[in-house]
């Protein structure tokens, strides 16, 4: 049962890669897999059993034992021959099972290839330490842990057998066992010998105090020692044969002590104190070639070399027409939260219980009537925790999600709604046809039964006119076949479902589908990826394909700066993952992973072909890669600069931007990314990057582009939220001649804020949002009643010659159904605030009634959302002229103001009358700002208020 239950597994997982295409994949590992397994099995288990076996074969016959060991005989001699295969094996099994597991390691040194740069201690190609150093210290400590096991063993038979006795404080050894001990012994000892050779180049990769990698202290005085003690092992080990030959074990014990005391002495005494007397009271001279080497080994090895800083002649004061050049940047300009509307696209396009959207969004462009528009987008997945609990819904009848929806990044309706490019069941919308099925998504069910009979599977809801829910039968090739009986039996082996056996919806047409995320299809046919944490859908020729950005890593790059790439990818929207490879100092973004939502079919494109990392991962899997070329133009549209690499980037740089030793050293200069500013308390997040399309100061035009902001590093009181830097790097690889990738894809733009001039940080700018008189004024009105405010992303862009701060401003009613609506939009340059029913209106507010923005409006055009048509551009919500929303606002406050003297006074009846009048003003307030057009509903399904 035991047996079967493996075979099981294996077979069903054969199955799922053969299916995929995959299937050279699973074997490798295999393959590798049990190599290594005897490899360390026979490693272990063959020295072990020699060593125990020559230590019997060798015994005294005669020797004369004391009665315990008399009685220990009698006990082991019935059970010796048993043991004596049994203890290899059982060292040897758990050697294997450890060795098992190594086998990246061994077949990344087996096909390793050049990285074309030389460390500068050693002279050594960087591939001897991303590569054959992980081998051979893990070599070398596989044989350190089998001689030693095996001298114990010796040792433990010699002494039960009579080759060891003790009388008094005299032991005798046979001839015998001391040359088995003493070849032993220097066998151990060379191989000590050999690991502090190796441990010299490992202080290349070491993270210190200072720096990662060698020091003064470690060129001058580790590596020499380690080097001086590496050749003492081997002259101990020397002695130790000697005693084999000449039966005398005083040179050894002394050897031995002398070995111990000179690693002391040499190993550790010496490097201190070149550390305490030469290197910490000259420690910025003495150290800086080293740091140097830190800087530019880091900045290469996580692929900031070419970034350069360029200072931006900011401005705090607003001028007249400023934004006339960026006109371009403002019309693009996301108002659009992807975290804060994923209710709104429940309430507004999931249509049935059954559906669901992503906690977040995503961010994409598409092409939509010869221009290209940020997009906020995602799919309308199943969701199985409202699909009853039967065997046939879960598994046969609801099988997959249905549809895009898209909303425009820089709209929304005169309600403060979405505006969707892409919408309705059926789908319908700018982005054209395509296969709208979801049977490969983040939320499918855990496996699902398909193709096997005619509409069993439920594919979208009828119209509210009557019109019958509509059924599908799966036509792809999505899954393994369960097209005998003997697939069935093993699928409902590893599901525990005797229903895959018996029901009738199961036959030899039908397919399994299983492991649907399509995150983990990619990892499971790519085991030596680091993935992205977001994966995105992007329509793509005709097809929704999932897009994964995968990284190759390595902990091993010689002086290159450690970072956690957990803590580094941890932020507002993304908690902080668990990795096989945590701590890293060289990362690529190798691969770009695509999944069909359709059929599963995954593709790895060999993105970076110049990794040497992918090369050696390439000839270990030579057929698991598809070359770069073979992307489409219209996939290339969608690939994004990712967002992972770019945090842990941002993070490097926040220190590597100083190229100069010294000012690294004095470490004034550093920055850190700001934590989130709609937020406050301990442990607050960092601030994600943010997808914009904009025209960063020195390009000719706007880009897609991925862009954080930095402030001075510092801890407690001494923190300063003033803005020092602004990364941006451009985004889009679709933009190149003849659909190929354009040469500005990843190009980085480093602009610095001079050191005289003051601009407000995100947390700095969010505090006088909340400080500022009038917003909080308005703000405090909003929230009154059954009613909210939540603030969007604040967003940060270089425009107008400074830095303008945009952040939206949702409502949501507290009830059952309800949903954030954009309401307002704030906006900051310099000292100067703006809290406007529009980002237009917000921008002539500061830059004084020209703001050269028109384009920018994020409503024009507006939409009405009952008719779905644009409205007139540049025009304001509708509201009754006889109520405008300054006086709405005005009898708030009064009303207001009277409440709270008449709760002051105790007199009840007056704060009933001023409550009474303070909730009219309110709704007065909210019909004039566009949160109900003209006071009537705007939800589709029900007479409710918008948002609700």
């Given amino acids: 049962m035991v047996l079967f239950l493996i075979f099981a597994g294996l077979f069903t997982d054969y199955l799922w890669f053969d299916q995929l295409g995959f299937a ?3 074997t490798t590992q295999w393959l590798a897999s049990a190599a290594m397994f005897a490899v360390g099995f026979l490693g272990m288990a063959l020295p072990l059993f020699i060593s125990i ?17 008399d009685r220990y005989q009698q006990v082991v001699e019935p059970l010796r021959r048993a043991a004596s295969f049994g203890v290899p094996i059982v060292f040897g099994f758990f050697a294997g099972v450890s060795a098992a597991n190594q086998w990246p390691t061994v077949l990344l040194w087996m096909n390793g290839g050049s990285f074309g740069e030389v460390d500068p201690q050693f002279g050594l190609d960087v591939s001897f330490f991303v590569f054959a150093l992980p081998f051979l210290r893990g070599l070398v400590g596989f044989a350190s842990a089998v001689v030693l096991i095996s001298l114990v063993a010796a040792v433990a038979t010699s002494y039960l057998y009579g080759a060891i006795r003790v009388a008094g404080r005299e032991v005798r050894i046979s001839r015998t066992a001391r040359i088995q001990f003493a070849v032993t012994a220097a066998l151990y000892l060379v191989i000590q010998g050999v690991s502090l050779w190796l441990d010299q180049y490992s202080t290349l990769t070491r993270q210190g105090e200072l720096i990662t990698g060698a020091t003064y202290a470690d060129a001058n005085g580790t590596i020499p020692a380690q080097q001086i003690l590496a050749g003492a092992a081997i002259v101990v080990a020397i002695l130790f044969v000697i005693t084999a030959i000449i039966g005398r074990w005083r040179l050894p014990i002394v050897g031995t002590a002398g070995l111990l005391v000179a690693s002391l002495i040499i190993g550790q005494g010496y490097p201190a104190l070149i550390q305490t007397f030469q290197a910490t009271p000259n420690e910025s001279a003495y150290e800086a070639p080293f740091i140097e080497r830190n800087i530019e ?11 350069q800083e360029e200072t931006y002649a900011v401005t705090t004061e607003p001028e007249q027409g400023a934004l006339s050049d960026d006109a371009e940047t403002t019309a693009s300009i996301r108002i659009i939260d992807p975290a804060q509307v994923t209710d709104a696209f429940g309430q507004l396009q999931q249509f049935r219980q059954y559906y669901g959207f992503p906690q977040y969004l995503d961010v994409d462009r598409y092409e939509i009537d010869g221009q290209m528009q940020d997009t906020v987008i995602g799919l309308r997945d199943i969701d199985m925790g409202s699909v009853s609990g039967s065997w046939v819904n879960q598994s046969i009848v609801y099988t997959h999600g249905y549809g895009v ?8 309706a005169t309600n403060g709604q979405p505006v969707f490019l892409e919408s309705g069941i059926p789908v319908s919308g700018a982005l054209g046809e395509y296969e709208p099925r979801v049977y490969f998504g983040e939320t499918s069910p855990e496996y699902s039964i398909v193709g096997g009979g005619e509409n069993l599977e439920f594919d979208y809801p009828g119209s509210e006119d009557g019109e019958e829910d509509s059924y599908y039968t799966y036509t792809g090739e999505g899954g393994p076949k369960l097209d005998n009986i003997f697939k069935r039996a093993l699928y409902a082996l590893k599901y525990q479902s005797t229903d895959l056996l018996v029901s009738e919806y199961v036959n030899d047409d039908s397919q399994i589908l299983y492991d649907r995320d399509p995150a983990e299809r990619v990892q499971k046919v790519a085991p030596y990826l680091t993935l992205d944490s977001d994966p995105y859908p992007a329509v793509v020729n005709g097809r929704i394909q999932w897009i994964i950005d995968a990284y190759t890593v390595s902990d091993n790059y010689p002086y290159s700066h450690i970072e956690s790439l957990s803590e580094r990818i941890a932020d507002t929207y993304t908690p902080s993952p668990t990795l096989p490879l945590d701590d890293i100092n060289y990362i690529r973004n190798s691969v770009k992973a695509t999944v069909d939502a359709y059929s599963g079919e995954v593709t790895l494109f060999a993105w970076d072909d110049q990794d040497p990392v992918l090369e050696a991962w390439q000839s270990i899997f030579p057929t698991s890669l598809t070359p770069m070329s073979e992307m489409t133009a219209e996939l290339l549209d969608h690939v994004r600069y990712p967002a992972d690499l770019f945090k842990v980037q941002r993070a490097v740089l926040g220190t590597y931007h100083v190229t100069s030793p010294g000012t690294w050293y004095e470490g004034n200069d550093a920055w850190i990314s700001p934590a989130e500013p709609t937020q406050s308390g301990d442990n607050v997040p960092q601030q994600p990057p943010y997808y914009l399309s904009m025209q960063v100061p020195g390009t000719e035009e706007a880009n897609f582009s991925l862009y954080s902001t930095f402030i001075p590093r510092a801890t407690g009181a001494n923190t300063r939220n003033v803005l020092t830097g602004y990364l941006s790097v451009n985004a889009d690889a679709g933009t190149g001649a003849d659909g190929e990738i354009s040469e500005e894809y990843g190009r980085f733009s480093l602009l610095t804020v001079p050191g005289d001039e003051t601009v407000p940080a995100p947390a700095q700018v969010q505090n006088n949002f909340n400080a500022d008189r009038t917003v909080s004024t308005e703000l405090n009105l909003l929230r009154q009643g059954d009613t909210e405010v939540i603030s969007g992303n604040l967003l940060t862009l270089p425009i107008g010659g400074g830095f303008l701060y945009v952040q939206p401003v949702y409502v949501q009613s507290t009830g059952q159904s309800a949903y954030p609506v954009l309401q307002r939009v704030l906006v900051s340059f310099g000292d100067q605030i703006a809290f406007e029913d529009t980002l237009d209106a917000a921008l002539d507010v500061i830059f004084g009634g020209d703001s050269g ?10 939409v009405d959302p009952e008719t779905g048509e644009p409205a007139d551009p540049g025009t304001e919500p509708t509201q009754p002229e006889s109520d405008s929303l300054q006086q709405a606002l005005a009898d708030a406050q009064e009303a207001l103001t009277a409440r709270q003297e008449a709760l002051t006074q105790g007199d009840w009846a007056a704060y009933g009358v001023a409550d009474e009048q303070l909730q009219d003003a309110i709704e007065r307030a909210l019909v004039a700002g566009g949160d109900i057009p003209g006071g009537e509903p ?5 007479d409710a208020p918008a948002g609700e």
């Fill in 24 to 26: 050279e994949v699973l």
């Fill in 53 to 69: 076996d020559v230590a019997y074969r060798w015994r005294p016959v005669y020797a004369k034992l004391n009665a315990q060991l």
């Fill in 297 to 307: 080994a880091t900045r290469s090895a996580y692929g900031v070399a070419d970034v």
């Fill in 405 to 412: 929806v898209a909303a425009y990044g820089n709209q929304r």
């Fill in 853 to 862: 923005a028109n384009a920018g409006d994020d409503d024009v055009p507006t």
């Fill in 938 to 942: 705007a939800t589709p399904e029900e």
